[in-house]
């Protein structure tokens, strides 16, 4: 179908209807090709009409001239209960000269899971009315899966939120830069944020979001606060939400967990970066021996199209706390960790938990994945997140320096090694090629890591390494941003150690300006490893290599659930489950090739 302009009045609107759809399934989505060709060829956009809302929902939009190409559009739709339909408006504002033409619409997994005979086991929930056997884990997650609500009946109202009447029992936290904002529709900005909600899938929704627009600045935090929570017990606490990340300048969100009410907690699950205009929704498994709170935080991008949403936010298998987090007095630097075991039936080929004295297999120690209810097996590993603020290494060592003297301090002045630096404590003669801001705060008071070329020949190496790394998942990288700026500047090269074979996985050399440029490398599924970043000195002095914000993503191992897979997974030989959209993709998902196999 395309645009014929047949006479010259000033405004037209040309208007194509779909026909009227009675309701939609949860994992519904539109996906259709268009072409928008011609200098001046203006806007169209597809509107969703629902029966009852006088409003219209905008899905998507074109706005210009998008060059001599069919593109493809992919609308997520979601749930949606109520009659409705569909119509592509495109507006003629006085002078048209373009075509406008859309081709190949296509609607997949719409219809309603289909009943089923029997639906056994602790896994499964039988929907009342529709017969429909769904996951327990979508059980009370604010999504109406059964398509008659059973699966959202009898559910705590104090463990949901959806925006609809506020922030339910959620709190904005009163130490971040900035807060999260309650709206409903599209964002101010045009290309960033959400243009509609989770919950209802249409403009009168409500929904969460961080604004990135000025004043916010670059690193800028907004932090959302759960209530509390009592100890998960045996049981297992459950936390799903529906994040949306649009925009090219979108930076990162993540969740934490925390016990003491005064602290940032640790890290649980984050996420950096465009992930395209649709709600995606993510599970965390929550386990916790004392009472704990959830922290939600958005950090802002390095410009206005920055936007992320949050939405649909539930607990599942957890309790409310009525009591109060502990504090941190200001004469202790947080828990203590026994010096002395406590008492066990360890070998020599297990891990002691330091609290419990609980048995957990080596592999398990330093594989992201805390398997200690105090996460004593991760507490020597290298961080999976480091941006030196505390003038913390983050367990990166240099072995060259503990060869010659033990510690960081004796006889090591004259060396080609990295240190701590930062723009603030530079020599007039380094502002040349060393970072005059680090990357985390983009201030000369932020902290980096650097090869200091000052020292040694040329030639010379300074290697800095992480801990041994017991095992990683198969979608494990490392992300880094570097800094190689001056006249003879060191190579820097990303390693992997194992055993005595060490090989090559990243190298780069040569000056590529007074910026930090983000690097990733794939790591993959690799056990008993290290991860080595090597500088080269150069010819001179005059070429510091520089690194910062070291972020480990995606690389806690695989655990194989008892859990059956879905209709779009792919079961393992293993019997672990992967999104068929990566099989024969050239990556080992499955740790055992078996997604990989010629046979497929």
């Keep these: 179908m395309f645009i014929l302009k047949n006479n010259s009045s000033i405004s037209q609107i040309a208007r194509l209807r779909s026909p009227k759809f009675r309701q939609t399934g949860s994992n519904c989505t539109l996906s259709f090709w268009y072409y928008n060709y011609g200098q001046s060829v203006g806007a169209a956009e597809l509107q969703l009409l629902v029966d009852g809302l006088e409003q219209p929902t905008v899905l998507w939009r074109t706005y210009y001239n998008e060059g001599n190409q069919w593109l493809k559009a992919l609308i997520q739709l979601g749930r949606l209960p109520h009659p409705f339909q569909f119509s592509f408006d495109k507006i003629s504002l006085g002078f048209y000269e373009g075509v406008s033409a859309i081709d190949d619409i296509r609607f997949e997994n719409c219809a309603l899971p289909p009943p089923a005979l029997s639906c056994e086991g602790p896994n499964h929930f039988w929907c009342r009315d529709t017969k429909a056997c769904i996951g327990n884990l979508l059980v009370c997650d604010l999504v109406d899966d059964c398509g008659d609500g059973s699966d959202e009946d009898s559910c705590d109202p104090d463990l949901q939120c959806n925006f609809e009447n506020g922030l339910c029992n959620w709190e904005q936290d009163v130490e971040d830069d900035f807060d999260w904002i309650r709206i409903r529709g599209p964002t101010p900005t045009v290309n960033t944020g959400p243009l509609k909600d989770h919950t209802t899938g249409t403009a009168r929704g409500h929904y969460l979001y961080l604004e990135s627009s000025e004043p916010r600045q670059f690193r800028d935090k907004a932090v959302f606060l759960s209530p509390l929570f009592n100890p998960s017990g045996n049981g297992t606490c459950v936390f799903c939400f529906h994040y949306h990340m649009f925009g090219k300048e979108v930076y990162k969100l993540s969740v934490f967990q925390r016990t003491v009410s005064n602290t940032k907690g ?142 960081y301090s004796v006889h090591t002045t004259n060396i080609f090694k990295w240190l701590l630096g930062r723009g603030a404590n530079l020599y007039p003669e380094q502002e040349q090629h060393c970072p005059l801001t680090d990357h985390t705060t983009c201030t000369e008071e932020g902290w980096y890591l650097f090869a200091d070329s000052s020292n040694e020949e040329f030639g010379h190496t300074a290697d800095i390494a992480t801990p041994v790394i017991s095992l990683t998942g198969p979608r494990c990288k490392i992300i880094f941003w570097n800094h190689m700026n001056g006249s003879t500047i060191c190579p820097l090269e990303v390693l992997c150690k194992n055993s005595n074979r060490t090989s090559k996985l990243w190298t780069q050399s040569g000056s590529h300006g007074p910026q930090w440029n983000r690097a990733e490398v794939f790591l993959g599924i690799r056990s008993n490893f290290q991860v080595i970043f090597r500088a080269k000195r150069g010819v001179s002095y005059m070429g510091d290599v520089a690194v910062d914000d070291i972020t480990f993503e995606d690389c806690s191992r695989l655990l194989i659930s008892d859990k059956p897979c879905t209709s779009e997974e792919f079961m393992c030989a293993n019997k672990y489950c992967i999104p068929k959209n990566n099989l024969c993709d050239f990556v080992n998902d499955c740790a055992d090739n078996s997604d990989e196999s010629p046979s497929i």
């Design 266 to 407: 640790w890290l649980l699950w984050y996420k950096f970066g465009n992930q395209e205009n649709r709600w995606i929704r993510q599970t965390l498994f929550i386990s916790s021996s004392k009472p704990f709170q959830i922290l939600v935080k958005g950090t802002v991008g390095d410009g206005f199209t920055g936007d992320i949403g949050l939405d649909d936010m539930s607990f599942l298998g957890c309790t409310l706390y009525n009591g109060n987090l502990t504090t941190i007095s200001a004469t202790t630097s947080g828990t203590s960790v026994p010096t002395t075991l406590p008492m066990n039936n360890c070998t020599e080929k297990e891990f002691v938990c330091r609290a419990s004295g609980h048995c957990i297999e080596m592999i398990q120690r330093c594989d992201f994945r805390p398997d200690c209810s105090d996460k004593s097996d991760e507490s020597a590993c290298v961080m999976e997140v480091c941006d030196f603020e505390d003038k913390d290494l983050c367990g990166w060592h240099q072995p060259a320096l503990e060869q010659m003297s033990g510690n």
